[in-house]
């Protein structure tokens, strides 16, 4: 008797359970309306980033197929003495599991975000309108990946161990004192996946004048937002350089003015970044190799070690495509600096031939070039010291060599040496100057060119 009672309960609530089922998500969006969803996603924000948030247009709770939330027009306040906002985003849907709610627990399955558009700033005291909100931004995923961290203000712990993450047609301008203008991101694209795939691509205007960058990157990682940590292994990474505007083109008519390629390791922990298997396409000049940058002491302070080699260098050739060839090409800055080989098989320059050059280069922080250089001519080797200082469209090049001869000629002598200086200009319309000769014969040349 009591077997068959609870079998008509059990066959009589899943009767109504399939009733009442399909009008679920009906019933629930008239309980949970647009505007509650609007001030629970806004309240929920504010308590993990510290500030003002708007929703302001569409907001949808969905059950059926899966369980969701889709807000648009969203905005993040900038702190005072910014003006404007710091972030909107166009549209944001959040997919869960609802079996994680009746412990008041969002089980996050993906994160897509669709128009974000960024305004970074640094003011005149150096203080940034991001700063917070990084931060809070730390908290809360650091909440998600399973980690001790306060609760959000909603009153609901969020669990994204295992959520995908997809940002598409996102935009960031980069605003501080003493740059021309805006260092501007577009077409930004990012997707991260549970186990660490990942993949980036955007397009950055104003790194260098009348030019643009198109990125693009692909591998796996790792992070650790409340310890600040980062590990990428493996990943793919192209950088190309165009004219300016030329980025936005479809991939058949975009002619790169230079291209990197290599695979890259980065370690936050140990302050290193590894790119092997580098090769770097310019005109004139194929570099290939590998490069290494560390932390050193210092706040800020950076070093690049490489080890680049090419076949043939056309440095007229490498000049002309460059015509701003100068400071805004070469990386530097407060405790930047370089150091490395460069191997060349031939080098060409107005006539000028150089075989098997090797040279041993350092950058400094104000991005003044200075190298040692073997190199073999038709008829001899040379040693030199050179130092370049970048200018405005060019460089100013200052140089002490030695040449000896290999190969006496009519009437010549067997290893006799030559010395002499060169000061020199470098620009688009070639390279200027003058260079004085004295050899070990009585006399001296002098010859501008």
């Known amino acids: 008797m009591a077997k068959a009672f609870i ?4 066959l009589l609530a899943s009767l109504g359970l399939l ?15 647009p ?10 924000l504010e308590g993990v980033l510290g500030r003002a948030v708007a929703v302001r247009g569409r907001a949808d709770l969905t059950l059926l197929p899966r369980p969701s939330i889709l807000i648009e027009d969203i905005s993040v306040a900038n702190p005072p003495g910014f003006d404007g906002d710091m972030l909107f985003a166009r549209q944001a849907r959040l997919e869960f599991r609802l079996s994680g709610l009746w412990s008041r627990r969002i089980d996050c399955e993906s994160l897509t975000v669709f128009g974000v558009k960024v305004d970074a700033s640094v003011d005149g005291q150096g203080a940034s309108n991001w700063h917070d909100v990084f931060f809070g931004a730390r908290q809360a995923i650091s909440a998600a990946a ?13 669990n994204g161990s295992k959520m995908r993450i997809m940002l598409a047609d996102g935009e960031i301008d980069y605003r501080a004192p003493g740059r021309e203008g805006p260092l501007r991101l577009t077409g930004l694209g990012f997707t991260l996946d549970p186990g660490g795939g990942f993949s980036l691509r955007f397009a950055a205007h104003g790194v260098f004048p009348g030019m643009d960058v198109l990125a693009e990157s692909a591998g796996t990682g790792a992070i650790d937002p409340l310890g600040g940590g980062l590990e990428v292994r493996n990943a793919r990474l192209s950088l190309a350089l165009h004219a300016e505007g030329a980025a936005g083109q479809s991939a058949t008519d975009r002619r790169p003015l230079a291209a990197l390629a290599a695979i890259c390791d980065y370690s936050r922990a140990g302050q290193r970044l590894d790119l092997a298997g580098l090769t770097l396409n310019m005109p004139g000049v194929t570099l290939s190799g590998r490069a290494d940058m560390t932390r050193v002491a210092g706040p800020g302070a950076r070093r690049l070690n490489f080890d680049l ?13 460059f015509p701003g060839l100068g400071a805004d090409l070469l990386p530097g800055g407060p405790g930047f600096e370089a150091e490395g080989t460069l191997g060349l098989g031939a080098l060409r320059l107005d006539g000028l031939a150089v075989r098997k050059l090797a040279a041993r280069v350092r950058l400094g922080e104000d991005r003044t070039v200075s190298a040692v250089i073997l190199g073999k001519l038709a008829d001899g080797e040379f040693m030199a010291d050179v130092a370049a200082v970048p200018g405005a469209g060019g460089a100013n090049l200052t140089m002490g060599f030695e040449a000896v001869a290999s190969d006496p000629g009519p009437g010549g002598v067997a290893g006799r040496g030559a010395f002499g200086s060169l000061r020199a200009r470098l620009d ?3 390279v200027s100057g003058r260079l004085e000769l004295r050899d070990t014969s009585p006399g001296e040349a002098a010859r501008a060119f």
Request: a positive charge; hydrophobic letters at 50%; proline letters at 7%.
């Open 7 to 10: 079998k008509r309960t059990v």
């Open 428 to 430: 688009a319309a070639g």
């Open 19 to 33: 009733l009442v089922a399909p009008a679920l998500p009906r019933l629930v969006s008239l309980y949970v309306g």
């Open 35 to 44: 505007e509650a969803i609007r001030l629970t996603t806004a309240r929920f």
């Open 146 to 158: 399973g980690r001790d961290s306060p609760e959000p203000a909603s009153g609901f712990a969020v």
């Open 309 to 321: 080699a090419s076949e043939v260098c056309d440095l007229g050739v490498l000049l002309a495509a």
